[in-house]
């Protein structure tokens, strides 16, 4: 869980990332001083890597109304001051999480009414075929045609720019969960009859050909990882080895690193939860595919961590709700395990020691 791990011309001081959550604050793609305290904490907190949530590369492509974007100046500005506060004030890393939300966007905040459409000013939306998430619910989206392709991937160019400038370390693109780069990859989504559509190789081609224009954008010495629904969970729709499959076009397209979340593709699936529920994934394109991966989903101890890393069965893992239990989580974790090895910031040093030695003396006394 403590060993630095090296991609590109980036290290990662441990192998404890906190994974892109929406927290739906932004007014108008703005991102404020929420955004700033949510991921700097983690970023204080001892997770190798912040990645931002969720951030989308035009108006009609955010989930939400409260979603962050970069599409403008002052959201560059804006998201330039976390990065610079993140890198300033602890040794951690910021990644950027870019996408769109295709077919499941123009929706309600999460913790209002996930997935339900706005109740006045829905925008139009743009899918890989024109099938509404939730039938008789969400909105009938268009069709993608040339033209939206064209002006999408321009749009996810001009953001890369952005987040460059921004000085963020690493770029996820985001083709999971039934947003718009995932509507083309599922087979339940992408019904299309042109060279976008079909086998797996042409569901991916317009994620490929939109990364590949990122990756020729975005520094050569700075990591790229792509973030995928691995499995649908539904029968006809992704299995894990068209996750391989994915991964493997993906690799050759020049991503360094395979994000393998699952699921939120069909209203139809039945995922299998359980601990570490989504690793056999990560493991099998790890191993199959030879590209490193983040493992993500219910991993909540650090000897879940520290087993799926010795294992080889990830690289990375994505730690989510429990960064929104405990900011802290990493260092908790280190001090729970008696590695006391680690960088607290100078700040709160103090807290360190008080906790280490706290935890010793209730070991001792379970020893008694
Ligand atoms: C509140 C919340 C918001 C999320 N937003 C995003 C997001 O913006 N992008 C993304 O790829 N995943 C998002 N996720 C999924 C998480 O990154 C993660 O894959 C999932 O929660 C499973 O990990 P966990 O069991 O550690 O929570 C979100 C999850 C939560 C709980």
């Known amino acids: 869980m403590f060993a630095p791990i090296s991609v590109r011309g980036v290290t990662l001081k441990n192998r404890v990332i906190c994974s892109p959550m929406a927290t739906y604050m932004a007014q108008d793609g703005l991102p404020n001083d929420f955004h700033l305290v949510h991921l700097s904490s983690r970023a204080m907190g001892g997770a190798s890597m912040v990645v931002t949530e969720m951030t989308c590369v035009s108006p009609d492509a955010r989930i939400t109304p409260g979603c962050p974007g970069m599409w403008n100046d002052e959201q560059q500005n804006a998201w330039k001051r976390v990065v610079d506060f993140v890198h300033t004030h602890t040794d951690a890393k910021i990644a950027f999480q870019l996408g769109h939300a295709g077919r499941k966007g123009s929706t309600r905040m999460g913790w209002d009414a996930i997935d339900q459409p706005l109740g006045s000013g829905n925008w139009p939306l743009v899918s890989a075929s024109p099938l509404p998430y939730i039938e008789g619910v969400s909105q009938t989206p268009a069709e993608a045609t040339r033209a939206d392709m064209r002006r999408i991937k321009a749009d996810f160019v001009s953001a890369t720019r952005r987040a460059i400038a921004a000085g963020f370390d690493w770029l996820e693109f985001h083709c999971a969960h039934g947003y718009f780069m995932s509507s083309f990859i599922s087979p339940l989504t992408n019904q299309r009859t042109d060279a976008y559509g079909g086998c797996v190789e042409n569901r991916c081609r317009y994620p490929l050909e939109v990364f590949s224009t990122m990756r020729a954008v975005w520094p050569q010495?700075?990591?790229?990882?792509?973030?995928?629904?691995?499995?649908?969970?539904?029968?006809?729709?992704?299995?894990?080895?068209?996750?391989?499959?994915?991964?493997?076009?993906?690799?050759?397209?020049?991503?360094?690193?395979?994000?393998?979340?699952?699921?939120?593709?069909?209203?139809?699936?039945?995922?299998?939860?359980?601990?570490?529920?989504?690793?056999?994934?990560?493991?099998?394109?790890?191993?199959?595919?030879?590209?490193?991966?983040?493992?993500?989903?219910?991993?909540?101890?650090?000897?879940?961590?520290?087993?799926?890393?010795?294992?080889?069965?990830?690289?990375?893992?994505?730690?989510?709700?429990?960064?929104?239990?405990?900011?802290?989580?990493?260092?908790?974790?280190?001090?729970?395990?008696?590695?006391?090895?680690?960088?607290?910031p100078k700040q709160y040093l103090t807290g360190k020691e008080q906790l280490e030695r706290n935890l010793a003396r209730a070991q001792l006394m379970l020893q008694v």
């Open 221 to 344: 010495d700075r990591p790229m990882s792509v973030r995928i629904s691995a499995h649908d969970w539904v029968p006809g729709g992704t299995t894990a080895d068209d996750a391989a499959r994915v991964a493997c076009l993906f690799k050759e397209a020049g991503a360094d690193v395979i994000d393998c979340s699952s699921g939120q593709v069909s209203k139809a699936e039945k995922p299998v939860y359980g601990r570490m529920f989504q690793v056999p994934f990560a493991d099998k394109i790890r191993n199959e595919v030879g590209i490193p991966t983040i493992a993500v989903g219910n991993i909540f101890e650090g000897d879940h961590v520290n087993t799926i890393i010795a294992a080889g069965r990830a690289d990375l893992c994505a730690i989510a709700r429990p960064h929104l239990a405990d900011p802290a989580w990493t260092l908790h974790e280190a001090a729970k395990q008696g590695f006391t090895d680690i960088t607290w």
